[in-house]
Every structure is written in structure tokens, then in C-alpha cells.
């Protein structure tokens, strides 16, 4: 891709830019660029107002690109994020883009598309893949069916990209994340979590406790009050990185 293409033809509806963050990609200090838009509607979701597919970006890719040129040197890399940011099919030339620069590329997914995932892999050097719940409660966090099946799906693609680069020069880390709340997750359910992403080979796992910070003020589909989940009901042995949040 030449840089005049990386600069002045992708159409990506960007919802906002963190030019500076030391927390969306772990280690790393980045830029984190919110895309519009989400085919699901989790009950806790921190950034509600990034889940209408069709309302219009709040800037351009020309000015991310203007802003990254500027960092080359200065950052580690790119974060792109949402809404679900693999909803929009210019991501792809985006994170081209980044990467022609210099920049190392993350991703945090929840993994609703698979196959633009696939394509989106190579590229890739970091992914935040959000797990919401066992397969019981999936539609009831994301307010859709069929969501469990694709994320769960996705996971398996990247956990089989991970193992292809594992002992390369070019390796895919990986950080699997669950969101805490009493109706997405129960202490059974992490215990059946925990089994089934170490059985696939998860490594590292984080626990992120509910907060209401930026969600709605009634969540939807949530009809009993939250209580506090016991996390040490989680088995920790198998992975090698357990982090709580």
C-alpha cells in the first residue's frame, strides 16, 4: 500500500482517538483508535454510544494517519478498537497502513466476525479478545443469538495463528478477558471458563470486575441486582498468567 493510499482513501468511521495510552495494550505505550459500530449490545457495555453502526464517525482516517506519522519513533504501536472495530471493512487497509510505518498493531475483539478476523491475523501482533460468558448466557449479555458460536469460533482462529508463530520472530501474544457481573457470569460459570479456554490453550487470562462507569443507566436485559462474584471460584493453575482488574 503506498503512503498516499494509507493517507487519504480509507473509509473508516473513527469514533475517537486516544493519541497517548499505557493500558489498552499491555506494556506497550500506544494509540488507541475507537471505530463506530457493533453488531452486539452488551448489557454492560462502557461505550454505548459506539454501538450504532450507522451513526457517522467523529473524524477522519486522514487525521489518525497525520497523527501517526508524527509518532513514528515515539510509539510502540496501534491499538484499534470499538464498537467492534472488525465491523468495518476498511480495517483491514488501516492496520496496513499502521504497520507500514512501523507500528507493532492490537486488536480488541469480541470476535462477532471470524472471517474478516482470519484475514486480519497476519497482521496482527497483539489481540484483547473479550469472552463474555459460557454458552448459556451469551445471547443474554450481547442481546443476539448465535453470538456465542462465532466468538468462540474466532478464539479458535486466533489461538491457531498463535500456535503457528509461537517460536518465530514474529509471535501473536494474546490476552482473553472477562467482564465480572452477577447475570454474565456466576461462580460456576467461571469455573467452566476456566476449563474451556485452558483446554484451548488460553495463557493469559484477566478477570475485569463490573464497573458502571459509562454504561446506560438502566442496563438492558438485566433484571436482578448485580451482586459481588467470589473469583477464587475460578481454577487459576492451568493458565500462566491470571491477571484481576
Known amino acids: 500500500m503506498s503512503a498516499q493510499r494509507a493517507g487519504e482513501a480509507i473509509d473508516l468511521r473513527v469514533a475517537g482517538m486516544s493519541k497517548l495510552s499505557s493500558v489498552d495494550w499491555p506494556d506497550k505505550l500506544v494509540t488507541t483508535v475507537f471505530l463506530q459500530g457493533c453488531p452486539w449490545d452488551c448489557f454492560y457495555c462502557h461505550n454505548p454510544a459506539l454501538i450504532d453502526p450507522r451513526a457517522a464517525g467523529a473524524l477522519g482516517w486522514s487525521a489518525v494517519w497525520q497523527h501517526l506519522e508524527r509518532r513514528v519513533g515515539l510509539l510502540d504501536g496501534v491499538v484499534f478498537t470499538g464498537g467492534e472495530a472488525t465491523m468495518q471493512h476498511e480495517l483491514l487497509p488501516a492496520v496496513a497502513a499502521a504497520r507500514s510505518l512501523g507500528f507493532g498493531v492490537g486488536l480488541h475483539t469480541g470476535g462477532a466476525y471470524p472471517g474478516r478476523l482470519a484475514a486480519l491475523l497476519p497482521l496482527l501482533d497483539w489481540i484483547g479478545f473479550d469472552i463474555k460468558a459460557t454458552a448459556s448466557r451469551y445471547e443474554k449479555v450481547v442481546g443476539r443469538p448465535g453470538s456465542s458460536e462465532k466468538a468462540w469460533h474466532s478464539l479458535d482462529l486466533v489461538l491457531d495463528e498463535q500456535q503457528r508463530r509461537a517460536g518465530t520472530a514474529a509471535p501473536l501474544d494474546l490476552e482473553v478477558r472477562t467482564t465480572v457481573h452477577s447475570e454474565a457470569v456466576d461462580e460456576q ?57
Open 189 to 245: 460459570g467461571l469455573a467452566e471458563l476456566s476449563a474451556r479456554l485452558s483446554d484451548a490453550g488460553v495463557r493469559t487470562w484477566a478477570l475485569q470486575r463490573f464497573r458502571d462507569t459509562g454504561t446506560r443507566d438502566v442496563l438492558p436485559r438485566v433484571t436482578a441486582p448485580g451482586r459481588r462474584i467470589d473469583l477464587g471460584a475460578a481454577p487459576t493453575d492451568r493458565f500462566e498468567r491470571v491477571i484481576v482488574r
